[in-house]
Nanobody, 111 residues
Framework: QVQLEESGGGLVQPGESLKLSCAAS??????MGWYRQAPGKQREWVAS???????TYAASVRGRVTISRDYAKNTMYLQMNSLKVEDTAVYYC???????WGKGTLVTVSS
């Protein structure tokens, strides 16, 4: 089973940026995605990248985040800019084809 490990979370102020990483133990030649779960809320989809590199974003983050991947490093990224308090959540990466999930990384946006 492919292992996924997120990193890069932390505490930032509104308006700042963070770059999350998702390192996979094997090739990530799959449709991949980022999801998040805020306190007291259900997990929600944030962004996806297809095998061919097509990217899609949730309306709540479109224009502020960029999903990307590096096949050579078996790593997927989520660059998040202009962070808002409402972006506070645990962020998870997912191998969509295989339905594998990482354990998440916490992003806290607070002044």
């Amino acid at each position: 089973q492919v292992q996924l490990e997120e990193s890069g979370g932390g505490l930032v102020q509104p308006g700042e940026s963070l770059k999350l990483s998702c390192a996979a133990s094997e090739s990530i030649f799959s449709n991949m995605g980022w999801y998040r779960q805020a306190p007291g809320k259900q997990r929600e989809w944030v962004a996806s990248i297809s095998r061919g590199g097509l990217t899609t974003y949730a309306a709540s983050v479109r224009g502020r985040v960029t999903i990307s991947r590096d096949y050579a490093k078996n790593t997927m990224y989520l660059q998040m800019n202009s962070l808002k308090v409402e972006d506070t959540a645990v962020y998870y990466c997912r191998n969509i084809n295989m339905d594998y999930w990482g354990k998440g990384t916490l992003v806290t946006v607070s002044s």
